[in-house]
């Protein structure tokens, strides 16, 4: 064989690896592209609320603890309707949350939730909640609101007790209206 026959051939050789080699990375190129968004957070904006199809844990019990704060200033009284439920991670559960104007005009508040321990709030998901939006009560309005949500199946099995505390704090600027 002459030597640029074998020069042809190893070149031929060459090609076929770095062929092979582009065939195989294009065909890892989507699970690796997935692993890296995944684990960088990278493409997740829309999944971070869903809250994912997952099975009741009946084999566990969480107990979930329900409170409630408003600042001084806020002429409401605010409660919740129970003060803890005992539930399975992965139930959809409701609890209701009352509150009541007492001041003679409107007023506008906004709630914010806290986690005890800090760690449960990636796995308690709400799917429907007051303090989504600002609340305004008219003199004399009571309300109750719901507050619907699932325990993740991930919680640790260490935590038993999780509390949710809200806080109503006035927003302002609202128009006051007497009478």
């Not at 960088?40 to 997952?54: F, H, S």
């Not at 600042?71 to 539930?87: A, H, N, Y």
């Amino acid at each position: 064989m002459t030597t640029q026959a074998q020069s042809n051939l190893l070149t031929m050789r060459k090609l076929f690896v770095v062929a092979v080699a582009m065939f195989g990375f294009g065909f890892a190129m989507i699970p690796f592209y997935k692993k890296i968004c995944e684990v960088t957070g990278v493409n997740n904006v829309l999944k971070a609320d869903v809250v994912e199809n997952t099975q009741v844990d009946t084999a566990r019990f969480v107990t979930i603890e329900f409170d409630s704060n408003h600042s001084g200033k806020l002429p409401w009284t605010f409660r919740p309707l129970q003060s803890s439920v005992r539930i399975h991670p992965g139930e959809m559960t409701t609890v209701m949350y009352e509150i009541r104007n007492t001041a003679d005009h409107a007023v506008t508040g906004q709630a914010i939730p806290s986690y005890g321990p800090q760690l449960a709030v990636r796995y308690f998901k709400k799917l429907d909640c007051f303090c989504f939006s600002q609340q305004t009560l008219q003199a004399g309005e009571t309300r109750q609101m719901p507050v619907v949500f699932v325990i993740g199946p991930g919680l640790p099995y260490d935590v038993n007790t999780i509390t949710l505390s809200y806080s109503f704090f006035e927003i302002e600027g609202t128009a006051r209206k007497a009478g």
